[in-house]
């Protein structure tokens, strides 16, 4: 089982939580870079972030190794930016097409509320769900307690998930 996990930050908390994963599913990471990267520090950042997530205005990225077909499952990590998912995944996502019940997502935010971010992702990738999932809440700042474990159990949930989703695919096929 090849799973790939995809990941672009701007403030390093994606990059956190990604590292963590890719560490407990020993996968392969690949971080996403921006041509035009924002600042980090400049506070013009929420106007750009947030007007290109809304506009759905697609930052081009800098060249990536990652191919859909040389992974079974792929796991995306971003943040939120104004209830969307930040404009580089949507580059991303916009550049790659998934098979059905092959992608899980990873969302760091600062609410913890990501209904919009669905909504914009399902124009992308078919069929794409919240489960299984993490829906993290600033994991640099909060890297004890809930954040924690949810990173630590999520690797073994995610693996349970594709072998039970592989196992339910066999059973449809032989029928
Ligand atoms: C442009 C921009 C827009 C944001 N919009 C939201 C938002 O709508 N809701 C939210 O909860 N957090 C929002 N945030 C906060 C980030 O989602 C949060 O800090 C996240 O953990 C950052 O991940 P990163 O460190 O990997 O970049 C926004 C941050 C930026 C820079």
Same mark, same amino acid.
């Given at each position: 089982?090849?799973?790939?996990?995809?990941?672009?930050?701007?403030?390093?908390?994606?990059?956190?939580?990604?590292?963590?994963?890719?560490? /407990?599913?020993? *996968?392969? =990471?690949?971080? $996403?870079?921006?041509?035009? @990267?924002? !600042?980090?520090? %400049?506070?013009?950042?929420?106007?750009?972030? /947030?007007?290109? *997530?809304? =506009?759905?205005? $697609?930052?081009?990225?800098? @060249?990536? !190794?990652?191919? %859909?077909?040389?992974?079974?499952?792929?796991?995306?990590?971003?943040?939120?930016?104004?209830?969307?998912?930040?404009?580089?995944?949507?580059?991303?996502? %916009?550049?790659?097409?998934?098979?059905?019940?092959?992608?899980?997502?990873?969302?760091?935010?600062?609410?913890?509320?990501?209904?919009?971010?669905?909504?914009?992702?399902?124009?992308?990738?078919?069929?794409?769900?919240?489960?299984?999932?993490?829906?993290?809440?600033?994991?640099?700042?909060?890297?004890?307690?809930?954040?924690?474990?949810?990173?630590?159990?999520?690797?073994?949930?995610?693996?349970?998930?594709?072998?039970?989703?592989?196992?339910?695919?066999?059973?449809?096929?032989?029928?």
């Amino acid at each position: 089982m090849k799973i790939a996990v995809v990941c672009y930050s701007l403030t390093g908390n994606s990059r956190y939580a990604a590292e963590r994963i890719a560490e /407990g599913l020993k *996968a392969d =990471l690949y971080p $996403l870079e921006p041509v035009r @990267p924002l !600042d980090p520090a %400049s506070p013009m950042r929420y106007v750009r972030g /947030g007007a290109s *997530a809304l =506009l759905s205005i $697609l930052p081009r990225l800098k @060249p990536y !190794d990652y191919r %859909s077909e040389n992974y079974d499952y792929t796991v995306l990590v971003f943040p939120i930016w104004a209830g969307r998912p930040a404009a580089p995944m949507l580059s991303f996502v %916009s550049e790659n097409t998934f098979p059905p019940d092959t992608v899980s997502l990873v969302m760091c935010s600062k609410s913890g509320h990501v209904r919009g971010c669905m909504r914009k992702l399902g124009r992308y990738i078919v069929g794409v769900k919240k489960e299984p999932g993490l829906n993290l809440v600033e994991p640099v700042d909060a890297s004890e307690g809930t954040n924690a474990s949810a990173l630590i159990a999520y690797p073994k949930e995610l693996k349970e998930h594709i072998k039970q989703a592989e196992k339910a695919r066999r059973s449809a096929k032989a029928r």
